[in-house]
Structure formats: structure tokens, C-alpha cells
């Protein structure tokens, strides 16, 4: 008897230690836990995915590798990512179709920093599956420009420079939360300049009309965007609500916290499913 309840402690004990070192939990918006399986599952049900990230995360990554690697088993794919700017599209083209060498792709597309380490991964998927991919975010040096002059300033721009940019006028609420937030954090002398939220919002608006022009009601759109940007609903989802409000899109947030196994209701508000990685995970950055 003293055996089987010594086994019974240890099996129990191995459990438990088993749970306290999963590095990242998922979560369903109602804060039940739910396995990556069942998450893929229930998104290829949708049009859109909205898949936010820490750029930084070395799990979430590998996450966002293993999600299209599945759902390429279900679907038929296209992907759009923030990392790749609207006028880079002929470089990310010209790669995929090996037009272009990976050497001179890098040269060529003002890629991230991290890309080798966190974005190759996908774009080689993507390349080597025949699977679009959409280079969705506005040229940085269109949003630096809003910032510091304001949108009269993007409206002269010519006709070739405004087919990177959502039109404008483009729709703009300074009241939603993640915009004000963004003033409130940046209230110093630097930033209380009103443009500052509006130059992240004009991100947010070139990445969701770059999703719905490019949106086709055969494939599953798979966005890849730091978690920020759609977020508690807002940001491109918001976008995406405007420019088309019949794509059906599915959101996913990330979260680091020192235990995965707990989910505030402020968390659960994220979005439709949240993944919590363990805070210790290993940063690529």
C-alpha cells in the first residue's frame, strides 16, 4: 500500500513540475486553456488571421512557423506580414519566385534586423509552398512624415509615392483606447505632438486596406504584426472592419508573465485567443 501511494505522489509531483515548465499556455477569450490543435482548428474556420507578436519571442515564432505549416494542410494560404513594406513588394516577388538571390533580397528590401533569425523561416515556407505573401506596412519614412507634418503633408505626395499608403483621407479615431494610451505614455515635450498616435494609426489603416485589396475569399489570410497593432480589437482589425466589414477575422495576442497559468480578465479582453509565454523565454533581440 505504501508503494502505490509513494508512486501515486510521484506521478502527481512529475505532473506538476511538468505544468510549471511549459513555456506558453493558449487561451480562448472566455480564459479556458486550450491546446495548439484545437486553436488550429478552430481558426481555419475564418478569412482572416490577425497573429500578434513580440518580435522579440523566440517561441511565438516558432509558433507563427508551425501555424502555417499546419493550416497549409487545410487551406490555401496567402500571407501578408508588418515586417515587409509596401514598396518592397517587387523584391519580396522576385524572391520568391528565385528571381532574386537571397543575397541580393537582403540588399534590396530593408529587412528587419531579426529577419534571418524570426522572419526567414516563413518567407522560405512561403517560397518554397508557391504561398503569396504580402509586404503590407507603410514605408516608415511616410509615417515619419505625417508625424512631423502632419496628414496635408502625405496628401501632396504624387500619385506613385500615395500607392503605399492607405487613402487618404484615411479614417482616423483618436478616441480608441491604444491611441489615446499612446499620448498618455508619450506625453513629454518630444511627443505631445497630436500626430504621434495618428503616424502609428496610419500604419494600422496601410496594413488593413493592404489586407483587404489583396484579400481573396478562396484563400486564409495569415497577418503576422506586432501584437500591439491589433490588440483589443483595434488597430488593423479596426481598419479591416472599415474598409471590408465581411471578412470574418480571428485575432491572437501574446502575453509574457512569470506564470502562463493564470489569465486576468483585462487579458482574456485581448483578443479572441491568447498565448502567454514564459517570461524567461529566450529573446532573439
Known sequence: MKNILLVVLLFVGLSVFAQEIK?????????????????????QKSDLILFGEFHDNSI???LQLKTIQVLSEKRILMLGMEMFEKDNQLYLNEYLSSKLSEEDFAKSARLWNNYKTDYKPLVDFAKKNNI???ATNVPRKYASLLYKQGEEALMSLSDEEKRWIAPLPFPYDPTLPAYVKMMEMFNDADHTNLNFPKAQAIKDATMGYSIVSNFKPEKLFVHFNGTYHSNNYEGIYWYVNKYNPNIKIKTIAVLQKANIHEISSTEKQLADYIIIVDEDMTKTF
Not at 480564459?31 to 478552430?42: A, H, N, R, T, V
Open 60 to 62: 511565438v515564432h516558432w
Open 132 to 134: 503569396e505573401v504580402i
Open 23 to 43: 513555456p506558453y499556455q493558449i487561451y480562448k477569450s472566455n480564459g479556458k486553456k486550450m491546446s495548439f490543435e484545437k486553436l488550429i482548428d478552430e481558426v
